[in-house]
């Protein structure tokens, strides 16, 4: 145990020190800063959250399989939906050497780190109790979420001529139904997912995807603006609003639904018995 617990003090100030150095990186225009972001990120919450409830969250097993897991949806969320059918961003400096180490180290921890945070803050509430909300409720809301997203997607299709942006609109629907269908999962199977805890107004729940939201955002994009490792094609609001140079869709929209959508992911695996917690 004390082994345990040195270490992750050691690894928690050799993650904050990368995440330092990734920002001086940044701030001097390095345009490959992120990979050691996102490494140090990582270290910080894993070993937080050892130090925090003295136990690791996911077995070593079941860690490498959520993160082998999660490369075809940032392949499919970043190359597919998010660069082609929509166009929302691209990276002015990549080459294949780098599209590899986005596809294969960035997004899987980008995905860990969003997840190890939630974790990280619900935990803080331990003790708080519940609201109860009707089974049925929650998945009325799934249901008709989900038909509604697909029914909304051909309909995008057919009127695309008439939508400046129908590709962000069709990318849209889409992580609708796939966010629906892995809750509804969820719910199935273990009477329980995230939407439900939202739609209950479960104070732990809210305030950690806030907390992931906003604090990994602004903590991932202000460098951004320095070095501009990736850049933002559109605009999704009305108009044209940032804060700090950071899109204001970006840090709302954007960081809210990679959350909510990677909560759900990991509660899904977890539901059906992919992975397992300690």
């Known amino acids: ?4 617990i040195t270490k992750n003090y050691s690894l928690a100030v050799f993650g904050l020190i990368l995440v330092i150095f990734s920002y001086i990186l940044a701030i001097k225009k390095f345009h490959y800063f992120y990979t050691i972001l996102v ?6 919450y894993n070993s937080l959250y050892y130090l925090l409830n003295k136990k690791y969250l ?14 075809p949806g940032g392949i499919i969320a970043d190359m597919f939906m998010g660069r082609i059918l929509s166009s929302l961003h691209y990276y002015p400096f990549y080459g294949p050497i ?15 780190i969003l997840v190890y945070c939630y974790s990280l803050i619900k ?19 799934l249901i008709v979420g989900l038909f509604v997203s697909l029914f909304l997607i051909p309909i995008t299709l057919i009127y695309k001529e ?8 069709i990318f849209t629907w889409i992580t609708f139904a796939i966010l629906f269908l ?26 950690s995807i806030l907390f992931t939201m906003f604090f990994n955002g602004f903590l991932h994009e202000l460098p951004n603006t320095f070095a501009w490792e ?39 695996l977890k539901n059906v018995k992919y992975i397992n917690e300690i």
């Open 1 to 4: 145990m004390h082994f345990e």
């Open 39 to 44: 490494v140090g990120n990582f270290l910080v």
């Open 58 to 71: 996911l077995k070593l097993s079941s860690w490498l399989k959520f993160y082998v897991a999660l490369i």
């Open 98 to 112: 780098n599209y590899l180490i986005i596809y294969l180290i960035i997004y899987p921890l980008g995905g860990l």
């Open 123 to 141: 935990n803080l509430f331990k003790n708080y109790k519940e609201k109860k909300i009707s089974l049925n409720s929650t998945k009325n809301i």
């Open 162 to 169: 008439s939508l400046p942006s129908f590709g962000f609109w």
């Open 182 to 207: 892995m809750n509804l999962t969820n719910l199935f199977i273990s009477k329980n997912c995230l939407i439900k805890e939202i739609t209950s107004l479960n104070r732990p729940a809210i305030l």
């Open 230 to 268: 990736w850049v933002y094609c559109k605009n999704c609001f009305p108009v044209n609003t940032a804060i700090l140079q950071i899109p204001l869709w970006v840090i709302t929209l954007g960081w809210l639904g990679m959350t909510i959508i990677l909560v759900s992911y990991f509660q899904l």
